[in-house]
């Protein structure tokens, strides 16, 4: 079998801790994603995985938490919409379109940097109604690409903490000039969530790469007041933290009081209805 070769800078290289972890996730006993197609992906890369030291067996079930609680409200959201359009931003080499398995209705586009985009082209199928864009997530070039009229999920899982603050803003004010209805999902780090993960960056790849702290829900809605939050939870508190290890449950209870460290990972779900459609509940 020929490998597939990867040249990515660092923060594209993210897109293999992440695909990593899924695949370290698919071998343990409970699986938490089950995903045999991050496996099988990893076998077609080459690449040293062994470098990915952040990435093993005790950090690969949180990674593996976070995609299915983003798996969660991607199939919530079509569950009401059956015709309905996803765009996957900082899609990475992430296979949630096959794990999430969308109907004949739903139109699915992942984004992400040209070389990652690349590198997806050649370790995964075609599918129909799917469609990769390569492009960064900052650039307007995407949304043209992407039809506008039925209820949109944006999703976009490990991403916004790569932007910096006005990047996001822009970003979101864009998605919403944009589209006219639908919902945005994403996760962030509070200001301690974005220091650890720096420090662990700049050990696994020598320098930080995060930049945009979201402490709270406000913030975003501040910024692009269009945007209503529908949810805002800590990571260790969602429903899919229940699938983590009896002792991150146990240290959840604790930390409960210490908001700094209950907000470390924080996951967010907006709705936005443009005023030119004004279309009822925002969906
Ligand atoms: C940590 S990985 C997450 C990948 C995927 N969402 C997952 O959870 O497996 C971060 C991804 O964001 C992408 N990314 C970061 N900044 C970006 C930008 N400005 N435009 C497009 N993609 C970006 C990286 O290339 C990488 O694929």
């Given at each position: 079998?020929?490998?597939?070769?990867?040249?990515?800078?660092?923060?594209?290289?993210t897109?293999l801790?992440?695909?990593?972890?899924?695949a370290?996730?698919?071998?343990?006993?409970?699986s938490?994603?089950?995903?045999e197609m991050?496996v099988q992906?990893i076998?077609?890369?080459?690449y040293d995985?062994?470098?990915?030291?952040?990435?093993n067996?005790?950090v690969?079930?949180y990674?593996a938490a976070?995609s299915?609680?983003?798996d969660?409200w991607?199939s919530?959201f079509?569950?009401?919409?059956?015709?309905?359009?996803?765009?996957?931003?900082?899609?990475?080499l992430?296979?949630?379109?096959?794990?999430?398995?969308?109907g004949p209705?739903?139109?699915?586009?992942?984004?992400?940097?040209?070389?990652?985009?690349?590198?997806?082209?050649k370790?995964?199928p075609?599918r129909?109604n799917?469609?990769m864009?390569?492009?960064?997530?900052t650039?307007p070039?995407?949304l043209?690409?992407v039809?506008?009229?039925?209820?949109?999920l944006?999703v976009?899982?490990?991403l916004?903490?790569y932007?910096?603050?006005?990047q996001g803003?822009?970003l979101?004010?864009?998605i919403?000039?944009r589209f006219?209805?639908?919902?945005?999902?994403?996760?962030?780090?509070n200001?301690?969530?974005?220091r650890?993960?720096?420090?662990?960056?700049q050990r696994?790849f020598?320098?930080?790469?995060l930049?945009?702290a979201?402490?709270?829900?406000?913030?975003?809605?501040?910024?692009?007041?269009?945007?209503h939050?529908?949810d805002?939870?800590?990571?260790?508190?969602?429903?899919?933290a229940?699938a983590?290890?009896w002792?991150?449950?146990m240290f959840?209870?604790l930390?409960?009081?210490?908001?700094?460290?209950?907000?470390?990972?924080?996951y967010?779900?907006y709705?936005?209805?443009?005023?030119r459609t004004a279309?009822?509940?925002g969906?």
């Amino acid at each position: 079998m020929t490998q597939v070769k990867v040249r990515l800078d660092t923060v594209m290289e993210t897109a293999l801790v992440t695909l990593y972890g899924k695949a370290i996730d698919a071998r343990m006993t409970p699986s938490i994603l089950g995903d045999e197609m991050a496996v099988q992906a990893i076998e077609k890369i080459d690449y040293d995985f062994s470098r990915l030291k952040a990435m093993n067996r005790r950090v690969a079930p949180y990674a593996a938490a976070r995609s299915k609680h983003f798996d969660d409200w991607t199939s919530e959201f079509l569950a009401r919409h059956e015709r309905a359009t996803v765009v996957h931003l900082g899609a990475g080499l992430d296979p949630r379109v096959w794990r999430v398995n969308p109907g004949p209705g739903v139109s699915w586009y992942d984004v992400d940097y040209p070389e990652v985009i690349d590198v997806r082209g050649k370790l995964f199928p075609a599918r129909s109604n799917y469609r990769m864009i390569a492009s960064s997530v900052t650039s307007p070039d995407w949304l043209t690409q992407v039809p506008t009229e039925a209820p949109t999920l944006i999703v976009a899982e490990g991403l916004t903490m790569y932007l910096h603050p006005e990047q996001g803003h822009e970003l979101f004010s864009r998605i919403v000039d944009r589209f006219q209805h639908g919902v945005i999902a994403f996760d962030g780090h509070n200001w301690l969530g974005i220091r650890i993960v720096n420090i662990m960056l700049q050990r696994a790849f020598g320098t930080p790469l995060l930049h945009w702290a979201i402490n709270d829900q406000y913030e975003v809605e501040r910024a692009e007041p269009r945007l209503h939050c529908i949810d805002a939870l800590s990571a260790l508190s969602a429903p899919s933290a229940a699938a983590l290890p009896w002792s991150t449950r146990m240290f959840t209870r604790l930390i409960q009081p210490l908001r700094p460290l209950r907000d470390l990972g924080l996951y967010f779900r907006y709705q936005f209805s443009s005023a030119r459609t004004a279309h009822p509940g925002g969906e």
